[in-house]
């Protein structure tokens, strides 16, 4: 995958040195900073857990994530960009959802077509992200929509 100079045809660097001082306070504390096991970012294939598609975690994106953005080292990347684009606009269209639930609890109880679109939103944001879903809230909805359809 890399070349003897340590880049890749396209010209970027497949390896970039890192910085611990600018990891978060929790990885700062992490087995692999206090050992010294990290002192540079390497570019890490995977597949999208979604799509299957096969993807590149790049150095300069590892050395971004984890000194800038500060996320946790142990972090590593499981959807491809257009994957996680799409999970985070799920995401996105769910927040009216629930600020509205949180303001009109009582008069959308029996709302069949919010508490719908709301559940299809859930299930598809299921789909994006295998694995990580909140079945609680999908389960109190269909008992919702079960009960208002009763009626």
């Avoid at 970039?16 to 692999?32: F, H, I, K, R």
């Avoid at 972090?75 to 606009?89: D, G, I, V, Y």
């Avoid at 939103?121 to 008992?143: C, H, M, P, W, Y």
Wanted: glycine fraction near 4%; charge should be positive; charged fraction near 25%.
């Amino acid at each position: 995958m890399t070349s003897l100079n340590n880049t890749i045809p396209d010209g970027r660097p497949s390896t970039v040195p890192a910085d611990t001082g600018l990891w978060s306070a929790q990885s700062q504390n992490s087995v692999p900073c206090q050992f010294g096991w990290v002192t540079h970012y390497t570019d890490k294939e995977y597949v999208c857990r979604t799509c299957g598609a096969p993807c590149i975690f790049t150095a300069q994106d590892q050395k971004y994530t984890y000194e800038v953005k500060k996320a946790y080292i142990d972090q590593e990347r499981k959807l491809c960009r257009p994957c996680w684009n799409q999970s985070n606009a799920i995401a996105e269209q769910i927040k009216p959802y629930v600020t509205r639930w949180a303001a009109e609890k009582n008069g959308l109880q029996n709302d069949i077509a919010f508490l719908a679109e709301w559940l299809e939103l859930l299930t598809e944001r299921e789909r994006n992200l295998s694995g990580r879903f909140d079945i609680a809230q999908k389960n109190v909805l269909i008992k919702l929509i079960r009960k208002a359809g009763a009626r």
